[in-house]
Each structure stands twice: as structure tokens, then as C-alpha cells.
């Protein structure tokens, strides 16, 4: 089981951060919704491990963030008097046109989210949105059935879908995409009995054929690990995120200026 972790780990490193995703330009034709087009700054944060990683672990530290590094930046966004919203509200804020807003999400539903993130949030009365790999929970290293349950039950976190396992959908014959992308959807909604709207794209991988399934399946969002802050309703199913390493914990208005021009 640890070996197979390291491997994970080692590959999601490699795609996130060499994957050729940078930009969205040659997917938008032909996936793009025929609503008229508004956008506002919304600032999506991805994080994905936040622990206290063992430093030896090259790869995991590049995806973690210290539980204390996390409350830094907690407290920088409520300074900022930024409010944080569910992955779901997107829509709403695009159309509403509304400011200082900003959305926390956490990738793959590692346990190390019950632990420490979720406390946080609850500390600071802070909402995130959590993608679940259906077929990974329970497994060692990530939540289980109980502790999403709890997670839900609080109030502050949204559940959205990272496939069934953690597949990469961009090259994937379309029968075994749409299984993945649907039936994580479906099973989520069932085990847990809430509606899940919202999608991640696992290595950041999505090709126009994904896009139109994710919106196939029923999701109204869908998040990628395009940079940028900026998102529309043109990009609902594509929506741009940030790393937390571009966070100031000092003014998190100003971090953010690299991504406005």
C-alpha cells in the first residue's frame, strides 16, 4: 500500500506540475455554454495535503501545506475580509458579479483533512469544498465513511466528485471516462445523501470530450489547475485555480495581483 501511495504521489507531482494545462485556449471552442458572458475576480484556492509532512518526502511536500501555514493564511483571507463560498455558489457570484469572495478546495480526500484542515475551518467558521475519489475511501491515508459524514454534517463543507479512481481522463476511451466521471457522482450522492455538483479533474488532465461529459453527467462546476483568478460562465465547467504558495499571509489582496494583468 505504501508503495502504491509513493507512485501516486510521484505522479501526481509530475502532471501537476509539468502537465501540459497551463492553458484552457485550445478547449474552449465548441464547450463553451451559449449564455451570455459575465465574469468576476474569484480566487479558487487548491490545496491537497495539509499536514505536517515528512520532509524526506520530496514529493509529498510539494503537494502539503503545515496545518499552521494553513490557519496563517486563514487568517490573512478574514484580514482581507474575504467570505468564503461553496464550490456550488460560483454561479451565482459570476451572475451577482460579487466581490471578495473565495473558495477553498481540497483535492483526492486525504485524512489528514479531518484532522487538521477541518478543525480549522471550523475554528474560523470558514467553508471549503472537498473531492472525494469514490473508490478510495476508507483506504489507509484517506477519510473514511464516518469522518465525510461529520465533515458534512458541520455545515462548512461541500462534497464534489474526483472520479471513481483517481483516472486520467484526458486519453481515456469514453465508455470508462463516463463511468468514472458519473458514476462517482452517483454513488457519492447515494452513500451520503446530498447532491454533488461539483467536479475536479484528477492531474488536472480534461480534453473537450471530458468537459461535455462532466456537463452530460450533471455537474453545474467544474475545477481545473489552470492558473488565474478570473472566472466567468463561459468557464464553469473549466474553472481556473491557484496554488497556496502564491498566498501572503500579510495581504492576500495583493497576492493576488500577479493574476490581474
Known sequence: MRTY????????FFVLFFGDFSSP???????????SVSSVKLPIIMYHYVEYADPKDSGRVKLSISPSIFENQLKAMQKDNFQTIFARDIS????????????LTFDDGYEDFYYYAFPLLKKYQMKGTIYIIYNFIGRNGYLNESQIKEIIASGLVELGAHTLNHAYLKDMKENLAWKEIYDSKILLEKKFGVEVSGFAYP?????????????????????????????????????????PGYINTNNFTKSLEVFNK
Do not use: C, H
Open 5 to 12: 501511495l509513493i507512485i501516486f504521489v510521484i505522479v501526481l
Open 25 to 35: 485556449k485550445e478547449f474552449m471552442t465548441g464547450i463553451i455554454t451559449s449564455k
Open 203 to 243: 492531474f488536472g488532465a480534461f480534453s473537450k470530450e471530458t468537459v461535455n461529459l462532466v456537463r452530460k453527467a450533471g455537474y453545474t462546476n467544474a475545477v481545473s489547475v489552470v492558473p488565474g483568478i478570473m472566472q466567468s460562465d463561459t468557464n464553469d465547467l473549466i474553472l481556473f485555480r491557484i496554488r
Open 92 to 103: 451565482d457570484i459570476i451572475s451577482q458579479k460579487s466581490d471578495k469572495k473565495i473558495v
